[in-house]
Nanobody, 116 residues
Framework: QVQLVESGGGLVQAGGSLRLSCAAS????????MGWYRQAPGNERELVAS???????NYANSVKGRFTISRDNAKNTMYLQMNSLKPEDTAVYYC??????????WGQGTQVTVSS
C-alpha cells in the first residue's frame, strides 16, 4: 500500500503562485505514476497533471504553461508548482499514485483558493 500526504495549499490572489507537495510512503517502489487532481464544488474530479516513474509529464490544457509537476525520488515527494493562478483554479487538490498499474491511492486533499 501507499500513503500520501499533501501540503502547501492556501489562499492566494490571482496572478500569484503556490507550490503543493505530496509525500509518499509505503510501497513506493511499486508506484508507476503519480498525479494531481482537483475538484471544485459541483464539478467532477479532474486530472491536472501527471508524471511517470521515468519523469514524463502530462498536463491538462487549462494549466499548460502555468503549472509544473515534478518529483524528487530521493525525498519520495511530488510537487506541483502553480504560477499565474486564476480564480478558476480554486479547488481541492488531491495527490494520486498508481501502483502496479492497478491500484489507485489518494491523499486527503488540500484546499487552494484564488481570489480575484
Amino acid at each position: 500500500q501507499v500513503q500520501l500526504v499533501e501540503s502547501g495549499g492556501g489562499l492566494v490572489q490571482a496572478g500569484g503562485s503556490l507550490r503543493l507537495s505530496c509525500a509518499a510512503s509505503g510501497s513506493i517502489f511499486s508506484i508507476n505514476a503519480m498525479g494531481w487532481y482537483r475538484q471544485a464544488p459541483g464539478n467532477e474530479r479532474e486530472l491536472v497533471a501527471s508524471i511517470t516513474s521515468g519523469g514524463s509529464a502530462n498536463y491538462a490544457n487549462s494549466v499548460k504553461g502555468r503549472f509544473t509537476i515534478s518529483r524528487d525520488n530521493a525525498k519520495n515527494t511530488m510537487y506541483l508548482q502553480m504560477n499565474s493562478l486564476k480564480p478558476e483554479d480554486t479547488a481541492v487538490y488531491y495527490c494520486n499514485a498508481l501502483e502496479r498499474l492497478r491500484y489507485h491511492y489518494w491523499g486527503q486533499g488540500t484546499q487552494v483558493t484564488v481570489s480575484s
